[in-house]
Antibody, heavy 120, light 107 residues
Framework: EVQLVQSGAELRKPGESLRISCEAS????????ISWVRQMPGRGLEWMGR????????HYDSSFEGHVNISADKSISTAYLQWRSLKASDTAMYYC?????????????WGRGTLVTVSS | DIQMTQSPSSLSASVGDSVTITCRAS??????LNWYQHKVGDAPRLLIY???NLQGGVPSRFSGSGSETDFTLIISSLQPEDVATYYC?????????FGQGTRVDMK
């Protein structure tokens, strides 16, 4: 089955580090970019950045650059989203999403999300 | 960044009604416009890509149109399973910005 399986919910304190994961299956991982999308409580979707799993080249939205790190391990078909120092404002649901093949740029496969709660 | 503005923010309609959601871009995105459906507790789902192309497996009651700055998503006959929030997204330029969402409820 073609799917993206995300890691489970996390509870952290401000200042702590965290890495969440997104494991791909059922397709060639290196053939599709993976993006991360944030949804803060009661808010809409925000594109954070993406990675090309074939060479780990990344591109970030300016709002997130320097605060998060996107990486991938193609040997295990898994993408990651990492924080070195969490803030309370990082509390959100985080989705990974696959860019569809072809010339049209759209996210045709999504994970079910990882809820990150940052609270002291 | 290109700003995407959807209207309305929410709507209620009855089973069988035709529902129209609009999305306006702050500058042209040509036809690089996608629509997603997001149900509570579920992963978002791609409905329409390239402004008017129906993603595989999506019911034909969903359709998209438009170009440049003005786009429309139509649900031709609303079904109970269509209760969700709908988002447009432009992919003409980085960052890939989304609209704020339109919540669709059943009357």
């Amino acid at each position: 089955e073609v799917q993206l399986v995300q890691s489970g919910a996390e509870l952290r304190k401000p200042g702590e580090s965290l890495r969440i994961s997104c494991e791909a299956s059922g397709y060639i991982f290196t053939s599709h970019y993976i993006s991360w999308v944030r949804q803060m409580p009661g808010r809409g979707l925000e594109w954070m950045g993406r990675i090309d799993p074939s060479d780990s080249y990344t591109h970030y939205d300016s709002s997130f650059e320097g605060h998060v790190n996107i990486s991938a391990d193609k040997s295990i078909s898994t993408a990651y989203l990492q924080w070195r120092s969490l803030k309370a404002s990082d509390t959100a649901m985080y989705y990974c999403a696959r860019r569809r093949g072809g010339t049209e740029d759209a996210f045709d496969l999504w994970g079910r999300g990882t809820l990150v709660t940052v609270s002291s | 960044d290109i700003q995407m503005t959807q209207s309305p923010s929410s709507l209620s309609a009855s089973v069988g009604d035709s529902v129209t959601i609009t999305c306006r871009a702050s500058r042209t995105v040509i036809k690089y416009l996608n629509w997603y459906q997001h149900k509570v507790g579920d992963a978002p789902r791609l409905l329409i890509y390239g402004a008017s192309n129906l993603q595989g497996g999506v019911p034909s009651r969903f359709s998209g149109s438009g170009s440049e700055t003005d786009f429309t998503l139509i649900i031709s006959s609303l079904q109970p399973e269509d209760v969700a929030t709908y988002y447009c997204q432009q992919t003409f330029s980085a960052p890939r910005t989304f609209g704020q969402g339109t919540r669709v409820d059943m009357k």
